[in-house]
């Protein structure tokens, strides 16, 4: 299946107009961390490299198809001496499947202060997932077979009290990733997407539902390496209506942590039919 880099590759058709391109996939529709990191990647090409992206806010709006590329158009919404904002529309046949908003940042001094990293097993202690899984479960995966991703099993979840559902997994990208900080933050919200969702299904594990990303919100909070393991301490305060509301903290190996994350997905009970 595709790298991440022919995954996040855009082409500028024009001053604010990018063209993201169509991979190798076997998903029927667009992943939506491939439309968030294209369209990211965009915003991220219309702006003063001394500014460093530190929050997005992104809908899907409609089912992106996998065969087509996505035109991504970029609104220079404020250029300012320390913020700038973008809005990034996803594009394909005239109608909008994603829109974004993306704030940048040039760094300053400030107070600092962060959660503590749950005290969970290392990465190295889990077994890759390509040795463990099913042949059905196995197949899904090569879709994203460039990432090693280790769930943490229930019975060692760190779990903290009043939490409806918890769900713990270490990830990291296999291969070595070029050194720009951008890469990495467009990888990660490329990757952010992946198991979140899940974290809603662990109290209802016979439950079947159909799944789809609604909304995506990220912040960057610290510099890291998407090829280095992160920690993605997830849980679902919510679910209902159809719809269910996760949340995750990043963590690096040295207890930093480097983003944090909010979305809302569709989860609506499927119905037998005749």
Same mark, same amino acid.
């Given at each position: 299946?595709?790298?991440?880099?022919?995954?996040?590759?855009?082409?500028?058709?024009?001053?604010?107009?990018?063209?993201?391109?169509?991979?190798?996939?076997?998903?029927?529709?667009?992943?939506?961390?491939?439309v968030?990191?294209?369209?990211?990647?965009?915003?991220?090409?219309?702006?003063?490299?001394?500014?460093?992206?530190?929050?997005?806010?992104?809908?899907?709006?409609?089912?992106?198809?996998?065969?087509?590329?996505?035109?991504?158009?970029?609104?220079?919404?404020?250029?300012?001496?320390?913020?700038?904002t973008r809005?990034?529309?996803?594009?394909?046949?005239?109608?909008?499947?994603?829109?974004?908003?993306?704030?940048?940042?040039?760094?300053?001094?400030g107070?600092?202060?962060?959660?503590?990293?749950p005290?969970?097993?290392?990465?190295?202690?889990?077994?890759?997932?390509?040795?463990?899984?099913?042949?059905?479960?196995?197949?899904?995966?090569r879709?994203?077979?460039?990432?090693d991703?280790?769930?943490?099993?229930?019975?060692?979840?760190?779990?903290?009290?009043?939490?409806?559902?918890?769900?713990?997994v270490?990830?990291?990208?296999?291969?070595p990733?070029?050194d720009d900080?951008?890469?990495?933050?467009?990888?990660?919200?490329?990757?952010?997407?992946?198991? $979140?969702?899940?974290?809603s299904?662990?109290?209802h594990?016979?439950?079947?539902?159909?799944?789809?990303?609604?909304?995506?919100?990220?912040w960057?909070?610290?510099?890291?390496?998407?090829d280095?393991?992160l $920690?993605?301490?997830?849980?679902?305060?919510?679910? !209902?209506f !159809?719809?269910?509301?996760?949340?995750?903290?990043?963590?690096?190996?040295?207890?930093?942590?480097?983003?944090?994350?909010?979305?809302?997905g569709?989860?609506?009970? $499927?119905?037998?039919?005749?």
């Amino acid at each position: 299946m595709a790298t991440i880099e022919e995954a996040l590759e855009i082409e500028r058709l024009e001053r604010d107009i990018f063209r993201g391109a169509s991979t190798k996939t076997q998903l029927p529709r667009t992943f939506g961390g491939q439309v968030a990191g294209q369209a990211l990647v965009s915003a991220v090409r219309t702006v003063e490299p001394r500014f460093q992206v530190h929050s997005l806010h992104g809908y899907f709006l409609r089912s992106g198809n996998p065969s087509q590329p996505t035109v991504y158009l970029v609104e220079r919404i404020r250029d300012g001496r320390s913020f700038c904002t973008r809005r990034v529309t996803g594009v394909q046949d005239g109608q909008a499947i994603f829109t974004m908003s993306a704030s940048f940042h040039i760094g300053d001094i400030g107070p600092e202060h962060q959660d503590r990293m749950p005290n969970v097993p290392p990465p190295y202690d889990l077994p890759d997932a390509a040795t463990t899984l099913s042949p059905e479960r196995l197949w899904a995966m090569r879709e994203w077979e460039h990432w090693d991703i280790r769930t943490i099993p229930q019975d060692q979840v760190a779990r903290l009290e009043g939490l409806a559902s918890q769900q713990q997994v270490w990830f990291r990208y296999r291969h070595p990733l070029p050194d720009d900080p951008l890469f990495h933050v467009c990888t990660l919200a490329y990757m952010s997407d992946m198991t $979140l969702l899940g974290s809603s299904k662990v109290t209802h594990p016979d439950d079947h539902t159909q799944n789809a990303s609604l909304d995506h919100a990220m912040w960057f909070l610290r510099p890291f390496r998407a090829d280095e393991w992160l $920690l993605y301490d997830q849980n679902s305060p919510s679910a !209902g209506f !159809g719809r269910a509301l996760t949340g995750g903290r990043i963590f690096n190996e040295r207890g930093e942590m480097v983003a944090s994350v909010m979305q809302e997905g569709l989860a609506r009970t $499927l119905r037998d039919t005749p």
